[in-house]
């Protein structure tokens, strides 16, 4: 149950399932879009953008699903019968849909076969991201992170296999789609091996939290990839290539919170449901979200240009001033991503809906004067000015909720001083960048060089990575 969650051990457990999906994956981009160049790898990419925007619904109603698991409301039989229901009657609005529109879908992404992957994508990958939601909800925050693993394993040898003999875009998405399939059937029956179909009241009940979490999901998946949009439109889909290279890089940053947070929705609805303050696993959560991502800021910002042209060649070097300004963004979104959860699990969906609407249209705005004259830096820019109003108004909520609690806590500042010593020492390496083993060289002892400082600075740290090394040999 979630109330007896490990929130540490599944953190830990969910976070290496995540650094190994990451792995995966990566070396597969890396392949993949050397192989396909900017053009068609930026098509595949708007492909599954156009997913991303199109599935909100169904995440939508997962999350309420894992609300009402976590919050002892409904049982999980219950629940996944709710949200079976709802993403059958979404995908049918999205095929009708995409029947439609098939011809503006093509010119978008560049790619003739962009229609029906579309469809196919939503029905795989949007579905498998519903049925881990409700995984999460029952307190297996691991499990559903080691689903996303097993996704990397079925779908990116595939991907590479069928790109590399020949079939490019349609290889890539088709991979996508087949490798996601086959764990559809093993995710259902580990959320629950039963199907009870749900009363007019409790699908009225999920749908009263539902329709509340996709307005706020609208917002923030518009917000969070308005970029590849505005580039996607205003510039090429070379351009979106060069941006969905540098995400890559940045994506991994994400692990530690995109899993803490998971589980903190959970243990923030059980807590409150208690009556017991959940600020401690906030504060706890916050302390080290960004634990990769600062460092990969202050990284980026000095061997960006060398790494990118090390692992995917010199059509990708314009990506180099992307690659630094999403790293920074990704500091602020590690930061923001556990504040909105924490107002999810406390049942205040309602809080963060303006405020994603208000950062949305400062980031529309705003990256559509800047990509004019500065072209594709200026929508990460946008998107990055947008990102800190976000941040300071998440935690205003929060506090409006709570009380006191601090967002900025001496781990994070650690971190921060152990990031920047590591630039500074980067910069006085005497090595050139020029070739990928040197540039291998310099990224290992920054890497080094930023825990052993922050091991230094920080007792949490060590308190922390002291009862990870326990939790491992345990």
């Known amino acids: 149950m979630p109330d007896e969650m490990n929130l540490r051990r599944e953190v830990l457990s969910g976070t290496i399932a995540q650094v190994l999906r990451f792995v995966i994956g990566f070396v597969g981009t890396v392949v993949m879009a050397i192989i396909l160049g900017p053009e068609s790898f930026g098509g595949v990419a708007l492909v599954v953008t156009l997913v991303y925007f199109l599935d909100q619904p169904i995440e939508g109603w997962a999350i309420a699903a894992k609300q009402r698991i976590a919050s002892g409301a409904q049982s999980p039989e219950i629940a996944f019968g709710g949200f079976l229901l709802a993403t059958t ?30 469809l196919l994508v939503a029905v795989t990958t949007s579905v498998l991201a519903g049925l881990r939601s409700l995984l999460a909800g029952r307190g297996q925050v691991g499990a559903a992170n080691w689903y996303q693993t097993a996704t990397a394993l079925t779908t990116t040898p595939l991907q590479v296999g069928l790109v590399v003999i020949g079939y490019g875009a349609l ?146 070097a314009p990506a180099a001033t992307l690659l630094v300004g999403l790293a920074a963004f990704r500091v602020l979104s590690t930061q923001s991503v556990p504040l909105v959860q924490t107002l999810n699990g406390l049942d205040a969906v309602g809080q963060t809906i303006p405020i994603k609407a208000l950062g949305l249209v400062i980031n529309v705005i705003l990256g559509v004067v800047l990509v004019d004259r500065y072209g594709a830096i200026g929508v990460v820019v946008a998107t ?77 740290t060590r308190q922390i990575a002291l009862a990870t090394i326990d939790d491992l040999t345990s």
């Open 89 to 118: 009657v979404w995908l049918v609005v999205i095929g009708i849909g995409v029947a439609m529109t098939a011809g503006q879908i093509q010119s978008f992404t560049g790619l003739e076969i962009g229609p029906p992957f579309v």
């Open 171 to 316: 290889g890539m998405l088709g991979g996508l789609v087949a490798g996601t399939g086959v764990l559809l059937p093993f995710a259902v029956r580990r959320v629950t091996p039963r199907l009870s179909h749900p009363t007019r009241a409790e699908l009225l009940s999920q749908w009263r939290y539902a329709r509340k979490v996709i307005i706020q999901i609208v917002f923030g998946r518009v917000y969070a990839r308005v970029d590849l949009f505005l580039l996607g439109t205003l510039l090429s889909p070379s351009s979106v290539g060069h941006y969905q290279v540098a995400w890559k890089l940045v994506l991994p940053t994400a692990v530690v919170t995109g899993v803490a947070a998971g589980g903190l929705m959970t243990r923030v609805a059980s807590n409150t449901g208690r009556g017991e303050s959940p600020v401690d696993e906030i504060e706890g959560v916050l302390s080290f979200a960004s634990v990769l991502a600062i460092p990969a800021f202050f990284g980026t910002a000095v061997l960006g240009r060398p790494l990118l042209i090390a692992l995917f060649g010199p059509a990708y």
């Open 384 to 460: 990055i000015l947008a990102q800190m109003l976000v941040y300071a108004l998440l935690v205003n909520a929060v506090r409006s909720e709570l009380g006191a609690f601090s967002p900025v806590t001496l781990p994070f500042v650690a971190q921060l001083v152990a990031g920047t010593s590591m630039a500074v020492g980067l910069l006085a390496l005497p090595l050139d960048l020029e070739g990928p083993w040197t540039v291998a060289v310099a990224v290992g002892l920054g890497a080094v060089g930023y825990g052993a400082i922050l091991l230094g600075l920080s007792a949490g």
